[in-house]
């Protein structure tokens, strides 16, 4: 760990403790000489006397120039970073490693610019290796050793992930950190690589390009669709390639095939088949010049019990629930939920819950009468689950007024919020954070612009935001529980219904309050729940016992290349972007780490036995 300052400027402020020096050698206090007749007998004392007020005043002297050093440092806002041992300029090679350098010959030509660019590494230059799909992993760190990074470069291989040159590009230039360097890059150019997110990378770093030549064609089956009475097999065709069979099967046996001249973008293949209400079908397509691992798709028949909710709003005909209803049930044969909207009003004029619904979630408050906010808090009261979330038609008075029955709720008034906030889970070990695994993670994704103050009292804070406000929290209500989320479940107070997150999120607070536990059925790759192999096919779940689909990211399937100008311009756009990073950086580590808070009550401590000492000298 190494120590920096966010503020230097303020260690000036150190020169100031040569003023207590300066006091101390100038203007010493001098005994005044006394006229006594025989003072044989006071030698000794006054000499005992004397040394120990020279080691007081030593102290002293000490205590007031620590203070004065260490008000300097806490005004220079220290924080501790990472220390970079290894200095000098830097080469580090960034791999793709994604499923669109997997066709025919890719592999040996990944490896073998790989390995060229690591034998020329300049000399003088520390070499590492930076390999990335949708995420990226340092498996050579900075070295002087060319034999480490070329074993590093031969380990690699395509695996079944999509392209994300922002992870690949962050993790590079968080390896080269603030050197001066070359970034090289052996990738395939794919487009869809920039799809999401973007990279940084410092002025002070050389980009050089290595690009892999894409296939000449590929045929991809990037969607299948099943209804009682037929199945649409959805294909991406890039290039021009030759004919093929698209066949379709149930269970590993083929149950139809048809031929096709594939055309150059999307088409569907359309089969009159009626399928059984469990199995897995597979379509599957022959295209031996692309890549093998988009040439088939998986879906599940396995019907899954669903959860009935219940979502509660201000006005039917409003967009309230809309992100919500999307989330929950978007429409397919295997959604989860159950869903059914009302109005507030509607439950206050002889509407009742049924009996089935395992959680309501209630999204706006307007018309809520007597009757509907007695319903409700009976409702809870007697077990069940409440997921309340703020937003434009949310009266906080008016839900703590039915709800709290001794449990202070605290719902407090909403605030906007100039520099957007982000999520921060506080409480890893609750179950919803468990469950959504390393999601967890990527709920800083979302950015709050308003949100809604509250106090947790008794309440379990489960998330923050990041200016350190209490975002969900949960509130056992008699029997039942409570889930408060503190912004809108739209998109007026927050990108989140735009976020990976917000499905999964969903998902685990309401199977939480409502005690059903959500089985997903299909996953991507890269996405796959504990003890599930990262790659396309059918695997057996244990816990809870079921069978899920894993399938490749459909975009992945289009190997259109960036030129090399153009994805030069595409990074030399994020260059600014990574010198804000790395102050933003600083800014972040030190916020966390507060060690002036510390370095002030160190102040407080010195005074007071400077206090005391200068009492005890006087």
């Known amino acids: 760990m190494s120590l920096s300052f966010l503020v230097p400027a303020f260690l000036f402020g150190c020169l100031a403790a040569g003023v207590p020096i300066v ?11 006394v ?17 120990h007020l020279r080691l007081y005043e030593l102290l002293l002297l000490a205590l007031r120039v620590c203070v004065v050093l260490l008000l300097a440092f806490a005004f220079a806002h220290p924080f501790f970073g990472p220390d970079d041992q290894l200095d000098g300029p830097v080469t580090v090679v960034l791999v793709d490693t994604s499923f669109s350098v997997s066709g025919p010959g890719q592999q040996d030509e990944v490896q073998a610019l790989a390995r060229a660019a690591v034998n020329a590494t300049p000399d ?4 590492g290796v930076v390999a990335f799909d949708d995420e990226a992993r340092v498996v050579a760190g900075l070295t002087g050793s060319r034999s480490s990074a070329l074993a590093a470069v031969d380990s690699l291989s395509a695996r079944p992930r999509a392209t994300r040159y922002s992870e690949g590009l962050t993790a590079a230039s968080d390896l080269i950190g603030d050197r001066s360097g070359r970034l090289v890059l052996v990738s395939d150019m794919q487009a869809a690589g920039w799809a999401t997110g973007g990279g940084s990378v410092s002025p002070r770093v050389e980009l050089e390009l290595r690009p892999v030549r894409p296939p000449v064609s590929n045929l991809a089956v990037v969607g299948l669709d099943i209804d009682s009475n037929s199945a649409r097999v959805d294909l991406l065709q890039v290039g021009v390639g030759p004919d093929t069979t698209v066949s379709l099967a149930l269970d ?13 973008g999307r088409s569907t293949v359309a089969f009159p088949v009626k399928f059984p209400a469990s199995g897995v079908v597979m379509a599957s397509v022959v295209d031996p010049s692309g890549y093998s691992v988009d040439d088939r798709r998986y879906r599940l028949l396995d019907q899954s019990r669903q959860a009935t909710l219940l979502i509660v709003v201000g006005d039917v005909q409003s967009s309230e629930a809309f992100y919500l209803q999307r989330a929950l049930a978007p429409g397919s044969y295997t959604d989860p939920f159950a869903v059914s909207v009302v109005s507030a009003a509607a439950l206050g004029t002889g509407l009742d819950i049924p009996e089935e619904v395992g959680a309501v979630v209630l999204l706006g408050t307007f018309g809520f009468n007597r009757r509907g906010r007695g319903l409700l808090a009976s409702f809870v009261q007697n077990g069940g689950g409440l997921f309340v979330a703020a937003g434009p038609a949310f009266d906080g008075d008016l839900v703590e007024g039915f709800l709290s029955r001794g449990t202070e709720l605290g719902f407090g008034v909403s605030q906007v919020h100039v520099n ?8 890893s070990r609750h179950p919803i954070i468990r469950r959504l695994g390393g999601l967890a993670s990527q709920l800083s994704e979302a950015r709050f612009t308003r949100t809604l103050t509250t106090d947790p009292g008794v309440g379990i804070v489960i998330a923050r935001f990041s200016d350190q406000a209490p975002a969900l929290v949960e509130y056992e209500v008699g029997e039942g529980r409570v889930l408060f989320f503190a912004s809108d479940l739209e998109t007026k107070w ?20 409502s005690d059903h536990r959500v089985i997903q059925q299909e996953f991507v790759a890269n996405k796959v729940p504990a003890g599930v192999p990262d790659a396309p096919g059918v695997f057996a779940l244990v816990d809870p016992p079921g069978r899920v689909v894993v399938n490749v990211d459909s975009g992945e399937s289009d190997p259109t290349p960036l030129s090399q100008d153009q994805f030069v311009a595409s990074v030399g756009r994020l260059a600014q972007a990574g010198e804000n990073q790395v102050e933003l950086t600083a800014v972040e580590q030190e916020g966390q780490q507060q060690v002036w808070r510390y370095l002030l009550l160190l102040v407080a401590v010195f005074l007071t036995a400077e206090g005391w000492l200068g009492r005890l000298v006087a």
């Not at 006091?23 to 000489?33: A, T, V």
């Not at 030698?43 to 040394?51: C, E, K, S, T, V």
């Not at 990108?495 to 199977?511: I, K, Y």
């Open 420 to 427: 957007p906030v982000t999520l921060v889970v506080s409480e």
């Open 35 to 51: 006229r006594f007749s025989d003072v044989r007998f006071l030698l000794g004392a006054q000499a005992q006397q004397m040394n």
């Open 252 to 264: 590993g046996a083929v149950v139809d095939k048809r031929s096709v001249t594939p055309v150059t």
């Open 124 to 127: 003088g230059h520390l070499v």
């Open 23 to 33: 006091l101390h050698l100038f203007r010493r206090e001098r005994f005044q000489r």
């Open 494 to 513: 927050n990108d989140w219904p735009r976020q990976r997150t917000f499905v999964p999120f969903l998902h685990e607070v309401l199977s939480y309050l």
